[in-house]
């Protein structure tokens, strides 16, 4: 078994018509998926000519961590999202399928790690940055990214973990994204929080809500433990008493 310790500073998360923390704690209370699917969030904090660049999923990942990062410098980052930029590369293949032009400023901004280019770019952020796609526990392994820059000194990691409602033509094969959302959690060095990692055949049932929202249930809620399953892993998140 693994085991790393680390405590939650501050988290921020965002989905359609759920911004507040009076918003998330009512959906973690009764949880429902939102109607308002094609609500994006609010990053006017952003010159205009940035913001038209940012497509959807990349406007959630900043809406949470902008405020997350106010005021540090030198703030490593960890970006996780299975699925990256879907409804760019979708326009991609439409656009190939069709024997049209294709932009390279689309496909530019469709790469995995094109959010924290332009996480880079636009503060002007010169740490070191991850951009992750592990599969169904993701947010996993970003935690363990995480730890290690933790370890190696850096007085706090900004995590988010953000995913795009793909496209209906991805219906039949993605089936874990039942609304955009976004997460993004602050992580210092401490015992507050503890990740361990066993192997265990036994599968957990499965859950109906992403595991990122799992988790924020957890934090906000009375539970002291979250379990996650993927493949023969089982990852367990305990809140210290």
């Known amino acids: 078994m693994s085991v790393i ?5 501050q988290w921020r998360a965002w989905a359609p ?8 704690q009512a959906w973690c209370r009764q949880p429902v998926a939102p109607t308002c699917s094609d609500a994006a969030p609010d990053v006017s904090f952003l010159p205009a000519m940035q913001r038209r660049r940012l497509s959807r999923l990349a406007r959630m990942a900043f ?31 439409s656009d190939l399928a069709a024997d049209q032009p294709l932009s390279p400023t689309q496909f530019s901004l469709s790469v995995h790690n094109a959010v924290i280019g332009l996480w880079s770019i636009m503060r002007g ?27 190696e000194g850096a007085p706090a990691v900004l995590l988010v973990v ?9 219906s039949a094969w993605i089936d ?41 249930r957890t934090l906000l809620g009375q539970q002291s433990t979250c379990q996650h399953a993927w493949k023969n892993r089982v990852w367990t998140w305990q809140r210290n008493p």
């Open 162 to 170: 953000t995913e795009e409602q793909p496209p209906q033509a991805y």
């Open 5 to 9: 310790n680390f405590n939650i500073a």
């Open 125 to 151: 952020e010169t740490s070191e940055m991850t951009a992750l796609a592990a599969a169904g526990d993701g947010l996993e392994h970003g935690m363990l990214e995480a730890a290690a820059l933790l370890s």
């Open 176 to 216: 874990d994204v039942p609304f955009p959302y976004a997460v993004g959690l602050l992580l210092t060095a401490g015992n507050d929080w503890q990740l361990s990692l066993s192997n265990n055949p036994q599968q957990l049932p499965k859950t109906h809500w992403p595991h990122a929202l799992n988790l924020l």
């Open 63 to 93: 809406s949470v961590g902008w405020p997350l990062a106010d005021g540090r410098q030198d703030l490593p980052l960890v970006f996780i999202s299975r699925h990256g930029e879907t409804p760019r590369t979708f326009e991609i293949l």
């Open 17 to 24: 018509g759920l911004e507040s923390v009076d918003d998330w």
